[in-house]
């Protein structure tokens, strides 16, 4: 199904060196990407391991400073913010026939959210340089989150495109509905005890910290 180069003779999808040449080409709109990741559970289970294990230390640390209910919260509305995109996607990957696909995709899809904290950097440094001396900083900030989010939202829109075999609109939809179940564990969480507003915590984060 796909088309473009080829990957090198020997190499196999799925490897390290794979999962970094797709995630690049991909980040810059090359649809040749997904062919470098594999297309198993295994796949999946393998992108999805990284987060995993930043969650496991993320909420190690949350619960050994503050236990306590809103810390056992917090800790499951972030793994639950983790396992959002990989729920959603394959109920609609379902519903549109596309079930076969959605392995490669999540795995592709789940790599190149990385590329996000890689533009956020970037533009960090990209936006020192030409912007002028004395900006504000709330300018700065919004025009940073900007980038960070309008290059996120492409690139899942992207992804799911090319991996999934979508047209344009079914893609937004894919995007519009990760979104949706995002802001709906948000409400959620805020709505339930211990009324936990992770929106909260998130505008609290000094601007240095950008998006995510």
């Not at 990284?50 to 909420?59: C, D, K, S």
Request: net charge positive; aromatic share 8%; charged share 10%.
């Amino acid at each position: 199904m796909m088309q473009g180069r080829r990957l090198p003779q020997g190499s196999l999808p799925g490897g390290a060196g794979n999962i970094f040449r797709g995630m690049l080409l991909l980040g810059r709109g090359r649809r040749d990407g997904m062919s470098c990741f594999g297309a198993t559970p295994d796949a999946v289970l393998t992108a999805l391991a990284p987060r995993i294990a930043l969650w496991l230390v993320g909420g190690l640390l949350t619960i050994v400073q503050a236990p306590g209910g809103l810390s056992g919260t917090k800790v499951v509305f972030s793994l639950c913010l983790v396992l959002a995109p990989v729920v959603v996607t394959h109920l609609l990957a379902r519903l549109w026939g596309r079930e076969a696909l959605w392995p490669r995709y999540m795995a592709a899809a789940l790599w190149c959210d990385w590329l996000v904290l890689f533009v956020m950097l970037g533009s960090v440094a990209l936006l020192a340089v030409v912007l002028p001396s004395g900006t504000n900083t709330l300018k700065a900030t919004l025009l940073l989150n900007g980038i960070v989010l309008g290059y996120n939202l492409w690139l899942t829109w992207f992804v799911a495109r090319v991996g999934l075999a979508l047209g344009a609109w079914r893609a937004i939809l894919v995007v519009i509905a990760v979104a949706s179940a995002v802001l709906g564990l948000g409400e959620l969480s805020a709505l339930l005890p211990p009324h936990y507003a992770p929106w909260q915590d998130f505008l609290a984060l000094p601007p240095t910290h950008g998006m995510r």
